[in-house]
């Protein structure tokens, strides 16, 4: 069974910033994308960012642009989410996920972490 490992969730004030972090299968890691996606209570898993192998290609939600960085380390198979300016709606757990594109759709990824929890208070 592949695992995605994700840490680095926690309690932080608004305007604060976390750094998330993914561990993958090195098989999987380097096959294609790697993305985040977050969920928060009563509402659907909704897309944050992609990143391609290499770095090549990244997208954003709008909802993060300009605040969440997403970037990746070959080497060590881990992706990373940096998010800053951090807002209560910003609340949510967060999945990492594998994939062939930096496509936005739950549906085109093929696997995924179990999640750690942000929470943003004000």
């Known amino acids: 069974q592949v695992q995605l490992v994700e840490s680095g969730g926690g309690l932080v004030q608004a305007g604060g910033s976390l750094r998330l972090s993914c561990a993958a299968p090195g098989r999987i890691f380097s096959s294609g994308a790697m993305a985040w996606f977050r969920q928060a209570p009563g509402k659907e898993r909704e897309f944050a960012a992609a990143?391609?192998?290499?770095?090549?290609?990244?997208n954003y939600a709008d909802a993060v642009k300009g605040r969440f960085t997403i970037s990746r380390d070959d080497a060590e198979n881990t992706v990373y989410l940096q998010m800053s300016s951090l807002k209560t709606e910003d609340t949510a757990v967060y999945y990492c996920?594998?994939?062939?594109?930096?496509?936005?759709?739950?549906?085109?990824?093929?696997?995924w972490g179990q999640g750690t929890q942000v929470t943003v208070s004000s």
């Open positions: 996920a594998a994939g062939r594109w930096v496509y936005t759709a739950v549906a085109d990824y093929d696997y």
């Open positions: 990143i391609t192998r290499g770095g090549g290609r990244i």
